[in-house]
Structures are given as structure tokens and as C-alpha cells.
């Protein structure tokens, strides 16, 4: 069935150090990989996405990297901050021409400082 | 620019009760999806709108309807509220249908089933 896991479930670093959290979908022809930044009691925050014809992404302080053949994608934050903290969520696009996204159950980011 | 609005922010009912959320999407965007997030765990997909039409559905009872307006604004209406429906439900719009386009989720409604 439709699924996606993800790991690790909770994440701390220092401050200025890199985090990655990764997720493995099931269905093979999922093509778009979207991450979302929970704060505290706010809304899902779209921070990068990837489509399926892409195998690396950057956008500045952040990356994500997606393996099609092993259904693997990461996020890789570098240089944390403090204000990187939050709650991360992966997504995969379930084929069928709408907008149907599976998300992990998220990754708790702590940044000490 | 307005994002996506949702209406009410917090809300407490009772179970067996029903309940109508609203939501407006980002001006131009023509998509709009539900989905339901309890506590600890990912957004789980309830419905999706394009254009005025269901165009997929979650797995999710028949409890759970929505429409979409011709502003693209919709609903989501919830029958005969259970204990298990507290939730955070969010809606997020997209410019239009398709499974890689981005979308952009509202701040969402709290409801609590007492």
C-alpha cells in the first residue's frame, strides 16, 4: 500500500552542525517529493521539493537528494541554527493526476546552541 | 499576497454533533485539498477539489463531505463527530490539479470532540 517512512523520529545537534533525515516510499511511481517545516502550533511550511527527474536539489542552507532506484530521498541541512528547530515532514506524490501526498510521520529537530 | 485562510481556528464540539470548516485558497490557485493531522503524526489526505468537483478522496467514512465554491473556497463538513475525530485539519491549495504541483497549507482548525 501506500506508504512513507521515515527516520530518525527525533534529531539533536549543535548548533552549526548538519542534520539529515531520510525517507523510503513505496510506490515506485511516486514523482514529486515535497518537505515541509512544522513549527509549534503553525502550518506545514514548504521548504524544498524535488520531481523525479531531479537527483539532487539546493536551496541555500538546505538539499535533497532522491534514489529512485532504491525509493530513498533525504533532506540535508547544513550549518544548523537554533531557528532551524522544528518538526519535518517528507511527502511523496501518489500517481493518479491529483493532488494526493503520503507524508512520513516527521523527524523532531532540535538545535542547541 | 494572502495565503491559504482557514476559518474557524479553534473549535469544540461535542460528539454526535456536525461541523463545517472553511477555507480560502491563494488567489489563483484553483485546487484545494483537506487533510487531517493528529497529534505526533504526519497530515493524512482527506479529500482534493479542482475545479469544482471531487477529484480524489482519502480513506476517510462517509461522515467526512466537501465542496468547492465557484471563488474555488471550500468546505469540509463532518457528521456525527466522534471522539477520535479531534484533530488538527488542515487545507492546502495549489495552482492546479496534478501530483507534482506544490501546495501550500493554511494555518488550520483545531477541533476538539468532547
Known amino acids: 500500500g501506500e506508504n512513507v517512512e521515515q527516520h530518525p523520529s527525533t534529531l539533536s545537534v549543535q548548533e552549526g552542525d548538519s542534520a539529515v533525515i531520510k525517507c523510503t516510499y513505496s510506490?515506485?511511481?511516486?514523482?514529486?517529493f515535497p518537505w515541509y517545516k512544522q513549527e509549534l502550533g503553525k502550518r506545514p511550511q514548504l521548504i524544498i521539493d524535488i520531481r523525479s527527474n531531479v537527483g539532487e536539489k539546493k536551496d541555500q542552507r538546505i538539499a535533497v537528494t532522491l534514489n529512485k532506484t532504491a525509493k530513498h530521498f533525504s533532506l540535508h541541512i547544513t550549518e544548523t541554527q537554533p531557528e532551524d528547530s522544528a518538526v519535518y515532514f517528507c511527502a511523496a506524490s501518489i500517481p493518479g493526476g491529483y493532488n494526493k501526498l503520503i507524508f512520513g510521520a516527521g523527524t523532531r529537530l532540535a538545535v542547541h546552541p | 499576497d494572502a495565503g491559504v485562510t482557514q476559518s474557524p481556528t479553534h473549535l469544540i464540539k461535542t460528539r454526535g454533533q456536525h461541523v463545517t470548516l472553511r477555507c480560502s485558497p491563494i488567489?489563483?490557485?484553483?485546487?484545494v485539498s483537506w487533510y487531517q493531522q493528529v497529534l505526533g503524526q504526519g497530515p493524512q489526505f482527506i479529500f482534493q477539489?479542482?475545479?469544482?468537483?471531487?477529484?480524489g478522496r482519502g480513506n476517510f467514512p462517509d461522515r467526512f463531505s466537501a465542496r468547492q465554491f465557484p471563488n474555488y473556497s471550500s468546505e469540509l463538513n463532518v457528521n456525527a463527530l466522534l471522539l477520535g475525530d479531534s484533530a488538527l485539519y488542515l487545507c492546502a491549495s495549489s495552482l492546479i490539479q496534478g501530483g507534482d504541483q506544490p501546495q501550500h497549507f493554511g494555518d488550520g482548525t483545531r477541533l476538539s470532540i468532547l
Open positions: 477539489y479542482y475545479e469544482k468537483e471531487e477529484r
Open positions: 488567489s489563483g490557485h484553483k485546487s
Open positions: 510506490d515506485s511511481a511516486s514523482n514529486y
